[in-house]
Nanobody
């Protein structure tokens, strides 16, 4: 089993920045890639970004390219999502996910993923 705990959400004005963190524990050696998803009210959960365990491979949704950056610190078993130039449409609950079957490129299409965090709310005001 792998446990994922997100933190760093909050309220920010449009154009501002936030950094989310996802700390993994448990059988982390089994994980090849980790990623971020989000779900806005009344919408389906969508893929945001993913990163390989080495950090050498990253994949982003078109809607966040150039604004969001995913990174990881393996010494801390933590993945980060730096979100810049935030827009009101970025408002959502952000979830961290992991799956031993996924790569950074396939995480957005693999369903269902095995491990999820509890989510952290990000609200961007206009």
């Amino acid at each position: 089993q792998v446990q994922l705990v997100e933190s760093g959400g909050g309220l920010v004005q449009a154009g501002g920045s936030l950094r989310l963190s996802c700390a993994a524990s448990g059988r982390t050696f089994s994980i090849n890639a980790m990623g971020w998803f989000r779900q806005a009210p009344g919408k389906e959960r969508e893929f945001v970004a993913a990163i390989s365990w080495s950090g050498g491979s990253k994949h982003y949704a078109d809607s966040v390219k150039g604004r969001f950056t995913i990174s990881r610190d393996n010494a801390k078993n933590t993945v980060y999502l730096q979100m810049n130039s935030l827009k009101p449409e970025d408002t959502a609950v952000y979830y961290c996910a992991a799956d031993p079957r996924a790569t950074a490129q396939t995480m957005g299409t693999l369903n269902p993923l095995w491990y999820w965090g509890q989510g952290t709310q990000v609200t961007v005001s206009s």
